[in-house]
Each structure stands twice: as C-alpha cells, then as structure tokens.
T-cell receptor, first 116, second 112 residues
C-alpha cells in the first residue's frame, strides 16, 4: 500500500518551454501532497505544500508563478515548470500523506528534468 | 565526518557488520522523526519513524534511537547487506507544520 507514482520519469525540454509533472497516489487518498526538488548530492528541499481544492503554500524563495501547482483531486497533483531555464534542471520529487496517517510521507520515484 | 559543499559524508562498512548513521537536529519543536533510504535516481523510501515521546523503536534489522536532550537521532542497521547501500536521510516534523525538514544525508557503502 501507499504507492505514489510520478509521470514522466525523465523529461528533456528546450529553454523557454513549460513542463508538467504529475504526481498520483495509487492506492490511497492523499489529503496533502508535497513537492520537493533535489540537486545532485544534496538533500531534498521543500518547494510547496498543496491540499486538494485549495491554493498551494510555497516555501520562501520559490516563485509561485514559475512553479504552478494544481491539486485537483485527492489522488492527483501537478507541478508545471513554466518558461523553464537550464538552472531549473533538477530532480523533482512529490510525496503524499493519507487521511489515516497524516505524518508519514510516501514519496514518488521522482522526475528528472533537463532543460537545454 | 561533516559534509562540506556538495560532498555527502560517507560511511563504509563490511557486509555483515552493523551500521550506525547519525543525525543532529536543531528544532526543539520537532515531534516526529523519520529515516528514509534513497537509492540513486529514485525517490526516498520510508524505513522507520519515531515520535518524540519515545527514545527507541525497532523494526526489521533497523533501530532508531532518539536523544531529545542533545537533539540527536541515529539509525542502526544490523547485519548490513550490499542492498543497504544508498543515501540515508533523517527528516523531522515540527509540531506546528505538516512538512518535513530533511537532513543533509549520509551515503552508506557496503563492501562485500
């Protein structure tokens, strides 16, 4: 149980384009989903927290107009990187908590984004 | 040792030995702690958690110890196997927040 998937697993795009990453909880309803980014050999840095049907809460320093988050249902959250630049290249990971266990976060497999 | 810049501290052990990975935290308001294992190119995998009202919790081959006095958390892996090779992160949750704060990570290398 508690499986989280992400799609795509890898994406390469041109500078200036937008990229959408999906995060799905496959066997549970996710009350809250989190988006992280991770640079090579570094830890996970929280970008934003989203609840179904409400606006995401962004961490300090994360541009909400650049990283658009939509949490339309209890099983799906999307992160759209708008006007991507090479410095946005990173490993993006989502996580989700369930109604029954709101403290334990279950992580997706991550999405590797490379912006050329 | 300390991590400097982009270099993760590395713990190298022989297969079959016990491993101890340490983590220091600074937030006195943290009331929940988790250890995650991350293999290369994958998302973090839950290993074990502990609440602040406990000082020890055991799982299968793993034990987490919490010392709130010195704000220290450790993960003990018994009979370490090559499949245990990965980066291990501790994470803490402030009682007033939903999000986790991750530590810097330790790379565990198991020598066959």
């Amino acid at each position: 149980g508690a499986v989280v998937s992400q799609h795509p697993s890898r994406v390469i795009c041109k500078s200036g384009t937008s990229v959408k990453i999906e995060c799905r909880s496959l066997d549970f309803q996710a009350t809250t989903m989190f988006w992280y980014r991770q640079f090579p050999k570094q830890s996970l840095m929280l970008m934003a927290t989203s609840n179904e049907g409400s606006k995401a809460t962004y961490e300090q320093g994360v541009e909400k107009d650049k990283f658009l988050i939509n949490h339309a249902s209890l099983t799906l959250s999307t992160l759209t990187v708008t006007s991507a630049h090479p410095e946005d290249s990173s490993f993006y990971i989502c996580s989700a908590t369930s109604l029954g266990r709101q403290e334990t976060q279950y992580f997706g497999p991550g999405t590797r984004l490379l912006v050329l | 040792g300390e991590s400097v810049g982009l270099h993760l501290p590395t713990l190298s052990v022989q297969e079959g030995d016990n491993s101890i990975i340490n983590c220091a935290y600074s937030n006195s308001a943290s009331d929940y702690f988790i250890w995650y294992k991350q293999e290369s190119g994958k998302g973090p995998q839950f290993i074990i958690d502990i609440r602040s009202n406990m000082d020890k919790r055991q799982g299968q081959r793993v034990t987490v110890l919490l010392n709130k006095t010195v704000k220290h958390l450790s993960l003990q892996i018994a009979a370490t196997q090559p499949g245990d090779s990965a980066v291990y992160f501790c994470a803490e949750k402030d009682m007033g927040r939903r999000a986790l704060t991750f530590g810097s990570g330790t790379r565990l290398q198991v020598q066959p």
